[in-house]
């Protein structure tokens, strides 16, 4: 059975500060791994996607990394402002009884203080 | 459409009422998903459907939990005689087919609460 595990369960940082979060799963058979964030009372709001045969994705100020043979993907926010405060999920796609389901990690919750 | 949308964004019921939950998909998307996100949890897979029918209900918890989607785009997500462990956040996300790789896009959530 698929297990996400997020690394750290809870991060506060200083503005600026260039942060790294770390997503690890049990089985690389997978399809692609998305970052989420989650506001305090709201939706999941997608941040990056990477499919199975690449190896990072990059949007602004971040950048997701995936190593599919060790299990492994990392999330780096750089120059990090208050705004970034949030939860951050990982999440790998797979296929499961017929279904290409989500798996979630349990998530990271980052503050950035000012 | 712009987005998954989905209401009522709060629900707030008694234990042992019935409450129904609605997701709207992107318009076009064939794919539809419910996840269950617990208090400090990620989201857990409830049911997907592919067009109108429930092609995996395997994540419902029991017969308490049903879903619908008559006509291949809205969908309804029924629970029954409530109870206080049900009170989470219900997310609903669609894709424009189910295959791999396919990208999932969520809703904002309802919240239930069951006192």
């Known amino acids: ?114 | 459409g712009a987005g998954v949308s989905q209401t009522p964004s709060n629900k707030v019921t008694e234990k042992g009422k019935y409450v129904e939950l609605r997701c709207d998909p992107i318009s076009g998307h064939t794919a539809l998903y419910w996840y269950r996100q617990s208090l400090g949890q990620g989201p857990e897979f409830l049911i997907y459907f592919q067009g109108t029918g429930a092609a995996d209900d395997s994540g419902l918890p029991n017969d308490r939990f049903f879903a619908v989607r008559p006509e291949g785009s809205v969908s309804t997500l029924k629970i029954q005689r409530t109870e206080r462990g049900d009170s989470a956040v219900y997310l609903c996300a669609s894709s424009l087919y189910a295959g791999a790789g396919e990208t999932q896009y969520f809703g904002p959530g309802t919240r239930l609460l069951v006192l």
């Open chain 1, 1 to 114: 059975k698929q297990e996400v595990t997020q690394i750290p369960a809870a991060l506060s940082v200083p503005e600026g500060e260039n942060l790294v979060l770390n997503c690890s799963f049990t089985d690389s058979a997978i399809y692609n791994l998305q970052w989420f964030r989650q506001d305090p009372g709201k939706g999941l709001t997608s941040l990056l996607l990477i499919q199975s045969s690449q190896r990072e994705q990059t949007s602004g100020r971040l950048n997701a990394s995936l190593d599919k043979s060790s299990g492994r993907s990392t999330l780096y926010i750089a120059a990090s402002q208050p705004g970034d405060s949030a939860t951050y999920l990982c999440a790998v796609s797979q296929l499961t009884s017929g279904t290409y389901k989500y798996i979630f990690g349990t998530g990271t919750r980052l503050k950035v203080l000012a």
